[in-house]
């Protein structure tokens, strides 16, 4: 369902914007040969690129009023990355269309007609269009060539994060550039036509949330400040727990949400699930495998006192299902959000059933004796899949443990490829999509 609601709203970002520039379009714009269009497909491609740009540097602002219809600030930058590839494809369109005659005259591969004689024009005072044409052309050739390095490196999984992070902020300036080149450049009809008011108001709301992102103001009003307040490595399977302290106020936060967190080092904020129940103490704490670069590096620099900024909270990972019965899958660290919502109903109590898988290919007893206490205390089946001994959780294993499976929500946080294959294999046997919840944990 999650998966079907994004699609939904990418493919209608598309159609939408196309439809709108077809109803624009004066007629009998789209007749004749390939040449007599090429400017007319020019202003449609370009068109397309900068609003899907535009929708997605809304995204990337972090709106928080549309994690509910979105499902979480996880699905945002899913939604984030398809709109980012596709304008970037309609981008190239437009650069190959404006350029690729010049190429075709530069190498004689065959005569293109001749572009029909213009009237003349009669200077009538001082017009600021005509005189930043020029200037604009220029800046939007460069700005394209910077989206294309920049797409690519963020598309690059080898691109280490923290760098990443850095040259992904050149992103906003160049929307804005482009937002300038469309501006002078584009044919001043389409501003009285269908499409006018509707790009407008896209490229207002894409240059504020730009500007935000140039300030660094993301999440400015969600952000709390604090200090460790302790710190414990359990070396069975290298989690670091760190408990933080906050000095400001903290809005609270569900079972099952993230945050962006900055221990005020040299890397930027990480988003990490929150493993703690809130109980309005001002305690948060973070359960942080050592799986990346930065992360690995995190048991022996951090230090207690050391300063936290957490931006949040986000996602809306919040076992909040339709049904009376549960299933949690937790693989590897993805069993974060679920020892929260533990701790939640160990000191609520629980009011429907549930089986809680954790499977891990480094269990830790010292890791997994809480969890279990934590399980008992809130009448919650607790089942460990010891990876390291050959164990795997399959929908065969887990129909063993759970017969009634087919009546249960069931909830997943893991590695991607898990879950795909779990979540394959229970809709495949009947279990409703609407019924699987899955954190999309890809911040790129």
């Not at 065959?110 to 200037?135: H, M, N, Q, S, W």
């Amino acid at each position: 369902m999650q998966f079907k609601i994004l699609k939904t709203i990418f493919a209608s970002a598309i159609v939408g914007l196309a439809g709108l520039w077809l109803l624009s379009l004066e007629p009998g714009a789209l007749t004749g040969d390939f040449w007599a269009m090429r400017k007319t497909l020019v202003y449609g491609t370009g068109v397309l690129a900068l609003g899907l740009m535009s929708v997605g540097v809304i995204l990337a602002a972090r709106p928080a009023w549309f994690e509910t219809p979105l499902g979480g600030l996880d699905k945002f930058y899913r939604l984030h990355k398809w709109l980012g590839i596709s304008a970037l494809g309609f981008a190239i369109a437009h650069w190959v269309l404006r350029k690729g005659p010049s190429w075709i005259t530069d190498l004689s591969l065959f005569v293109i007609p001749p572009k029909p004689p213009k009237a003349e024009e009669v200077a009538t005072g001082f017009d600021l269009f005509r005189y930043l044409k020029e200037p604009a052309v220029e800046i939007g050739e460069w700005a394209f060539y910077l989206m294309v390095g920049l797409v690519g490196l963020a598309l690059w999984k080898r691109f280490p994060y923290k760098y990443f992070f850095k040259t992904h902020r050149l992103m906003p300036l160049v929307y804005l550039l482009l937002v300038f080149h469309a501006f002078i450049l584009m044919d001043r009809n389409y501003w009285t036509r269908p499409l006018g008011p509707v790009l407008a108001l896209l490229l207002t709301a894409g240059t504020v949330a730009a500007v935000i992102a140039l300030f660094r103001k993301i999440g400015s009003s969600r952000q709390a400040s604090g200090a460790i307040a302790t710190l414990l490595l359990y070396d069975g399977n290298q989690a670091l727990e760190v408990g933080v302290r906050l000095k400001t106020a903290w809005r609270g936060h569900d079972a099952g949400q993230f945050a962006f967190v900055n221990f005020d080092d040299v890397e930027n904020a990480h988003p990490f699930t929150i493993s703690s129940a809130w109980q309005n103490d001002g305690l948060l704490t973070f359960t942080i495998k050592g799986l990346g670069d930065y992360t690995r590096t995190l048991a022996s620099s951090l230090h207690l006192g050391q300063g936290v900024v957490v931006e949040g909270p986000y996602g809306r990972f919040n076992f909040h299902g339709a049904g009376d019965r549960q299933i949690w899958i937790g693989g590897g660290v993805g069993v974060t959000p679920f020892i929260a919502r533990l701790r939640d109903l160990a000191a609520i109590g629980r009011s429907y059933p549930v089986d809680m898988f954790y499977a891990t290919n480094a269990p830790d007893l010292a890791f997994i004796a809480p969890i279990r206490q934590l399980a008992e205390q809130a009448g919650i089946a607790f089942h460990l899949v010891d990876g390291s001994n050959g164990g795997r959780l399959t929908l065969q294993s887990l129909v063993a443990a759970a017969p009634d499976w087919k009546q249960a929500d069931v909830w997943f946080c893991g590695p991607r490829g898990f879950g795909e294959a779990i979540r394959g294999a229970m809709v495949a046997q009947g279990l409703p999509t609407s019924r699987f919840h899955q954190e999309l944990f890809e911040m790129r």
